[in-house]
């Protein structure tokens, strides 16, 4: 699987978007990019994922740049409770076992 | 609610002593998984089960068992837990029975796991 790189923190203010950066400059034409955050400890959460087209749900918004080397994760208004580490992951829909090899992530602290 | 269920929340036990972790799904995914996270390390996956019957060793296998016998449960087994499994555990699934998918997998809330 492709190597992410994520800043190692972020600071966002409640109300406003958040938008987490993530690169994958090695991806291959078969590598989803996929978005999870963890909140202290607790289970990892899914948020989004995408092939190459952008992709948005009630919870974020995915956008990943043409040359798919790069993609971004919207959080249209960021509330506390969105503070968390959020992960960038990007899995080879042939990956044995069909694991998540989760990095260091992003540390996002929300602030009032 | 759709979840993946995890038990016990939080163990303290001894060295050798048997302990299973049950995780449990009410979402009819065929598939499930075991990690466990330690700092530094990420996530490293355990075990994987394709469907029932249908059990897979991940990257850090030994020292531990797995049991698919129904679809919706896949207990983790320590037959002689030792102090370099203390770790936080998560079971996950996803749907479909393709070997290979692009579906994300959903997460318990995990199971801290302390052997002395």
């Known amino acids: 699987d492709a190597k992410t790189t994520q800043p190692p923190s972020m600071d966002c203010a409640e109300g406003r978007a958040a938008n987490l950066p993530c690169n994958h400059s090695t991806i291959s034409g078969n590598e989803y990019v996929y978005w999870y955050r963890q909140i202290h400890s607790q289970g990892p959460q899914y948020i989004i994922h995408?092939?190459?087209n952008n992709e948005t749900n009630e919870m974020a918004s995915l956008i990943i740049t043409e040359d798919r080397k790069s993609s971004t994760l919207i959080l249209p208004h960021a509330t506390l409770r969105d503070t968390a580490v959020y992960y960038c992951?990007?899995?080879?829909?042939?990956?044995?076992?069909?694991?998540?090899?989760f990095g260091g992530g992003t540390r996002v602290l929300v602030k009032p | 609610e759709a979840q993946v269920t995890q038990n016990p929340r939080y163990l303290i036990t001894v060295t050798g002593k048997k302990l299973t972790v049950t995780c449990s799904q009410n979402m009819n995914h065929e598939y499930m998984s075991w990690y466990r996270q330690d700092p530094g390390l990420g996530l490293r996956q355990i075990y994987y089960s394709m469907n029932v019957e249908v059990t897979d060793k991940g990257d850090v296998p030994e020292g531990y068992k797995v049991s698919r016998k129904e679809k919706r449960n896949f207990p983790l087994i320590l037959e002689s837990p030792s102090p370099n499994q203390t770790s936080l555990y998560f079971c996950?699934?996803?749907?479909?029975?393709?070997?290979?998918?692009?579906?994300?997998?959903?997460f318990g809330d995990g199971t801290r796991l302390s052997i002395l």
């Open positions: 992951i990007v899995r080879h829909f042939l990956a044995a076992g069909n694991k998540l090899t």
């Open positions: 996950a699934s996803r749907p479909g029975t393709a070997a290979y998918s692009n579906q994300p997998q959903h």
């Open positions: 995408g092939l190459k």
